[in-house]
């Protein structure tokens, strides 16, 4: 039974997280990524599986290529912790569940989840009732994007230390986004301390993609016009790395989608491959 919500995160947030759970329910292991938590906020209709935007194979490749960003970014995360950085930002958090299902590594870092108010609500509420809790070194911090409130500065007022460095995660969310509007926040970025981190994903443009993906990708983008968030922007590799550089990043790289297919999917037998479409940037500060 789905829980009642007068608050929710977006759909784009919840197809994300079901996606990481159905890796788990219908693929054979070894999982890439074991992520049922999700799940369990999003508190979906009992036949959630059976919405068209969930058929187990026709979204196998999509699904894929979540749950193989998700591991990069906390293979990412646990590797910088290793090294000593102590905070971790999450750019439209949306239902990550880094915190609850990685405590050994979370709690080491003071993680910061950003996102809109309404959504930030509707997961403390969502949190306490399942009994994860806030613990105090996961803060949840509202920023309203659309009235171009100052994200930087609400990170401080809720402890983030602008003299140390960061681990900086925006998923899923530049194509959302006018270009313009993610160069801004790459300079708010570059301002961090030095040895900050950055893991930002992009779409590439529709003829960079294998022709196998390209139905999925017009689907994709037919089903968030459709909820009235667009797709608005795409990015060549060079083009991404240009506007980074343009930034001030000190170090820029380009990680591509088919490098992480080969990371974690290469040994498998169930023939289970992520999708192209959808690539990394990594930059230093």
């Given at each position: 039974?789905?829980?009642?919500?007068?608050q929710?995160?977006?759909?784009?947030?919840?197809?994300?997280?079901?996606?990481?759970?159905?890796?788990?329910q219908?693929?054979?292991?070894?999982?890439?990524?074991?992520?049922?938590?999700?799940?369990?906020?999003?508190?979906?209709?009992?036949?959630?599986?059976?919405?068209?935007?969930?058929?187990?194979?026709?979204?196998s490749?999509?699904?894929?290529?979540?749950?193989?960003?998700?591991?990069?970014?906390?293979?990412?995360?646990?590797e910088?912790?290793?090294?000593?950085?102590t905070?971790?930002?999450?750019?439209?958090?949306?239902?990550?569940?880094?915190?609850?299902?990685?405590?050994?590594?979370?709690?080491?870092?003071?993680?910061?989840?950003?996102?809109?108010?309404?959504t930030?609500a509707?997961?403390r509420q969502?949190?306490?009732e399942?009994?994860?809790?806030?613990?105090?070194?996961?803060?949840?911090?509202?920023?309203?994007?659309?009235?171009?409130?100052?994200?930087?500065?609400?990170?401080?007022?809720?402890?983030?230390?602008?003299?140390r460095?960061?681990?900086?995660v925006s998923?899923?969310?530049?194509?959302y986004l006018?270009?313009?509007?993610?160069?801004?926040?790459?300079?708010?970025?570059?301002?961090l301390?030095?040895?900050?981190?950055?893991?930002?994903?992009?779409?590439?443009?529709?003829?960079?993609?294998?022709?196998?993906?390209?139905?999925?990708?017009?689907?994709?983008?037919?089903?968030?016009?459709?909820?009235?968030?667009?797709?608005?922007?795409?990015y060549?590799?060079?083009?991404?790395l240009?506007?980074?550089?343009?930034?001030?990043?000190?170090d820029?790289?380009?990680?591509?989608?088919?490098?992480?297919?080969?990371?974690?999917?290469?040994?498998?037998?169930?023939?289970?491959?992520?999708?192209?479409?959808?690539d990394?940037?990594?930059?230093?500060t």
């Amino acid at each position: 039974m789905a829980v009642e919500q007068t608050q929710a995160p977006d759909n784009t947030a919840v197809r994300t997280a079901l996606w990481r759970a159905m890796h788990v329910q219908v693929d054979p292991p070894p999982h890439v990524l074991k992520d049922e938590i999700g799940l369990q906020l999003a508190a979906p209709d009992a036949d959630w599986r059976h919405r068209p935007d969930m058929d187990p194979h026709t979204t196998s490749r999509l699904r894929a290529a979540i749950v193989a960003r998700a591991r990069f970014i906390e293979d990412l995360i646990t590797e910088q912790a290793d090294r000593g950085v102590t905070q971790y930002i999450i750019l439209g958090a949306g239902l990550d569940t880094f915190a609850q299902r990685r405590p050994e590594v979370a709690s080491r870092l003071r993680v910061f989840e950003i996102d809109q108010p309404e959504t930030q609500a509707w997961k403390r509420q969502r949190l306490v009732e399942l009994g994860y809790g806030i613990p105090d070194w996961l803060r949840l911090v509202p920023v309203d994007f659309e009235t171009n409130e100052d994200w930087l500065k609400k990170l401080v007022a809720t402890g983030f230390d602008s003299d140390r460095p960061a681990v900086i995660v925006s998923t899923g969310v530049t194509m959302y986004l006018t270009k313009d509007a993610t160069a801004a926040t790459l300079r708010q970025i570059t301002g961090l301390a030095p040895g900050s981190t950055l893991a930002m994903t992009f779409l590439l443009p529709t003829e960079l993609l294998d022709d196998t993906d390209r139905p999925g990708l017009r689907a994709s983008k037919e089903g968030a016009q459709a909820s009235g968030t667009p797709f608005i922007s795409f990015y060549t590799p060079p083009e991404m790395l240009a506007l980074a550089r343009e930034a001030g990043f000190a170090d820029v790289r380009h990680v591509s989608g088919g490098s992480l297919a080969e990371r974690y999917f290469a040994d498998r037998t169930d023939g289970l491959r992520p999708s192209s479409g959808e690539d990394l940037l990594l930059a230093t500060t």
